[in-house]
T-cell receptor, first 115, second 113 residues
């Protein structure tokens, strides 16, 4: 069965620190990969997505993610975090073509940024 | 453009009762997905509706059911509520030309007492 692992449950950083959140998935076929963000009191928002092509994907608010097929990884990065990045981040995957419809989510990583 | 909307925002029920949650997708979207976000369990897929048909369901008992209406809105019904059903229920929608990308609503928080 497909699964998504996010290695860090809670990350605490100071403003201007660099961020890398790990995400690994298990599925042998071609997948679509996503990062969603849930700010406190807000709904889940799409941060970025990867379907094919350039494995380095840029998203909103200065976030980027790199797909490394050999490692089944899709890590999220930001060079310099801000207090407003405090949120919970979810990595998700579905099968290429979305034939099963559902997204498989990791358990999320809470990011706390200290001002 | 309005996003996915869900109602009610909060719902309190007692064990054994039934709950009905509603979702309106983004205009032009034909697929609706339901997820459960329970404490400690993360986001788990419940149901997928497309063009009025149930296309896929997750590993949940049959007392979780739903339907999609001709206007593509959807409702999720949970019968015989159990305490463990307390969770945030999220609805998402996608466009038929890019079904892989789902956009989420704010959720309905269900509390079962």
């Amino acid at each position: 069965a497909q699964s998504v692992s996010q290695h860090n449950h809670h990350v605490i950083l100071s403003e201007a620190a660099s961020l890398e959140l790990g995400c690994n998935y298990s599925y042998g076929g071609t997948v679509n990969l996503f990062w969603y963000v849930q700010y406190p009191g807000q709904h889940l928002q799409l941060l970025l997505k990867y379907f094919s092509g350039d494995p380095l994907v840029k998203g909103i608010k200065g976030f980027e993610a790199e797909f490394i097929k050999s490692k089944f990884s899709f890590n999220l990065r930001k060079p310099s975090v801000q207090w407003s990045d405090t949120a919970e981040y979810f990595c998700a995957v579905n099968r290429y073509g979305g034939s099963q419809g559902n997204l498989i989510f990791g358990k999320g990583t809470k990011l706390s940024v200290k001002p | 453009e309005a996003g996915v909307t869900q109602s009610p925002t909060h719902l309190i029920k007692t064990r054994g009762q039934q709950a009905t949650l509603r979702c309106s997708p983004i205009s032009g979207h034909t697929s609706v997905y339901w997820y459960q976000q329970a404490l400690g369990l993360g986001l788990q897929f419940l149901l997928w509706y497309d063009e009025g048909e149930e296309r896929n369901r997750g590993n949940f008992p049959p007392r979780f059911s739903g339907r999609q209406f001709p206007n593509y809105s959807s409702e999720l019904n949970v019968n015989a509520l159990e305490l463990e059903d307390s969770a945030l229920y999220l609805c998402a929608s996608s466009h038929q030309d890019s079904q892989e990308t789902q956009y989420f609503g704010p959720g309905t928080r269900l509390l079962v007492l």
